[in-house]
C-alpha cells in the first residue's frame, strides 16, 4: 500500500525522508546501511539497498488438474519465460510414461535449465543460467541469423524440393523457437530487476515490450518460411513442373525477401533515419515484385505457386512491424531528424 511521507530538510541542500518499517524488515535494511538512489526515466526515485540478496521463485505445476500434455507443455516454456528459477511438476497419482517423454522433452529445449529429479509423481527443473551474460541485442542478432540461414535452405529447396532441406529447416526453427522463449524470459526479468536490465542493454523498460513484440515477429516470419518449404516440397513430391522462367522470378523473390528481412533487423539494432529508409524500400520493392511475379504465372501454376509466393509478401509485411518498433526507438531521444524537448 502506497505511504504519503513528508521531506524534511537537514541542511540547505539536503532533504531526507523514513522508510516504512515493513520495508525496513521486508528488505533487512540496517542503521548506517548504504542505499543507492536513482531516477528512473519516467521521473520517479529507486532506492536501491547494496546489500541486498538476489530473490528467487520457484512455480509448482499440479500435473493432475492438466488435460493434454501440449497444454502442460505450454505451461512449463511459460514458467520459464515468466523466469522462474526452478519449475516443479507433481502428480499425486502419477504421471504416464508419455506424460514424462513430453515433459522432460520440453524441458530439454529450455536454455541453462536442467532437469534435477524425474520421477512419474515429482519433475523438477532448476535453472542455472546468468540472465546479465545474455545482451538482448545479441540474442535478436542471432535470432536474424538463424532465420536467415532458413530463408537461405528455403531457395535451395525451390529447386530441388529436398526432403532433407526441409528437415534442417525444422531444426533451425526449433532453435528458433528456444531462443524466443530466451528472449522474453530476459525481458521479463529484466522488468523485475533492474540491475540486470542495465546489464543486457534495456537502456528502459519502455524498449522491452517493442523487443518482445519484435522477437515474437522474427519467430513467426521463420513460422513462415518453414511453411513455405513444406509447400515447397509437398508441390514437387506431386509432381507438379514449375516452369524455368516462373523458376528463377521466385528465386529473386525469396532474394529481395533475405534482403528486405536483414535491412529491417539491421533497422532496429541501429535505429537511424538512413537504416530505417533503407529498410521500408527493400520492403516495397518484395512487395511489388511479389505481385508482379503472381501475375506472370501461367494458367497450370496459379493454384499451385500463388501460396508459396504469397508467403514472401507476407514475410515482408511482417518486417513493417519491426520497422514501427524501429521508428519508436529513434524517437525516443533526440537525432538529426528529430529533436525532443521536455515542457
Known amino acids: ?12 541542500s539536503t532533504l531526507t525522508v523514513s522508510i516504512p518499517s515493513e520495508y525496513v524488515k521486508h528488505l533487512g535494511l540496517k542503521k548506517g546501511g548504504n542505499i543507492v538512489v536513482k ?6 526515485l529507486r532506492l536501491i539497498p547494496t546489500a541486498r540478496k538476489p530473490k528467487t521463485a520457484k512455480a509448482s505445476i499440479r500435473v493432475d488438474v492438466v488435460g493434454m500434455a501440449e ?19 507433481t502428480s499425486k497419482a502419477g504421471m504416464s510414461p508419455a506424460y514424462l517423454a513430453e515433459t522432460n522433452k520440453t524441458l530439454r529445449r529450455l536454455r541453462g535449465v536442467e532437469i534435477v529429479q524425474s520421477s512419474e509423481h515429482v519433475i523438477l527443473a532448476q ?7 545474455f545482451p538482448v541485442d545479441s540474442l535478436i542478432k542471432r535470432l536474424q541469423l538463424l532465420v536467415s540461414k532458413s530463408l537461405e535452405n528455403s531457395i535451395v529447396a525451390l529447386r530441388n524440393g529436398s526432403p532433407s532441406v526441409l528437415n534442417e529447416i525444422r531444426k533451425i526453427q526449433g532453435e528458433i523457437d528456444e531462443l524466443y522463449w530466451l528472449i ?22 519502455l524498449h522491452t515490450s517493442g523487443d518482445r513484440v519484435s522477437a515474437k515477429t522474427i519467430e513467426e516470419i521463420g513460422q513462415i518460411i518453414l511453411e513455405l518449404t513444406e509447400e515447397t516440397v509437398n508441390s514437387r513430391e506431386a509432381g507438379i513442373r514449375i516452369e524455368e522462367r516462373t523458376m528463377k522470378r521466385i528465386e529473386d523473390l525469396a532474394k529481395s525477401a533475405s534482403d528486405c528481412f536483414d535491412a529491417t533487423i539491421e533497422s532496429l539494432l541501429v535505429p537511424e533515419i ?12 518484395t512487395l511489388s515484385l511479389e505481385r508482379e511475379v503472381t501475375l506472370e504465372l501461367s494458367e497450370s501454376e496459379q493454384p499451385h505457386m500463388r501460396t508459396i509466393i504469397s508467403r514472401f509478401g507476407q514475410l515482408a509485411r511482417y518486417c513493417n512491424i519491426i520497422i514501427e518498433i524501429a521508428l519508436n526507438r529513434l524517437l525516443r531521444k533526440t537525432s538529426k531528424v528529430c529533436v525532443i524537448q521536455e515542457q
Not at 500500500?1 to 540547505?12: G, P, W
Not at 531516477?39 to 520517479?44: H, L, R, Y
Not at 497444454?71 to 511438476?89: F, K
Not at 522474453?184 to 523498460?205: F, T, W
Open 71 to 89: 497444454l502442460l507443455s505450454r505451461l512449463v516454456v511459460s514458467c520459464y519465460m515468466l523466469g522462474y528459477d526452478a519449475i516443479e511438476l
Open 39 to 44: 531516477e528512473e526515466v519516467d521521473g520517479t
Open 127 to 133: 535453472s542455472f543460467m546468468d540472465p546479465a551474460k
Open 184 to 205: 522474453v524470459r530476459q525481458l521479463l526479468v529484466a522488468l523485475s530487476d533492474r540491475e540486470i536490465s542495465v546489464k543486457i542493454g534495456l537502456e528502459s523498460p
Open 274 to 285: 538512413g537504416t530505417i529508409d533503407r529498410a521500408l524500400a527493400k520492403i516495397e520493392a
Open 1 to 12: 500500500m502506497d505511504e504519503l511521507r513528508k521531506l524534511q530538510q537537514v541542511s540547505n
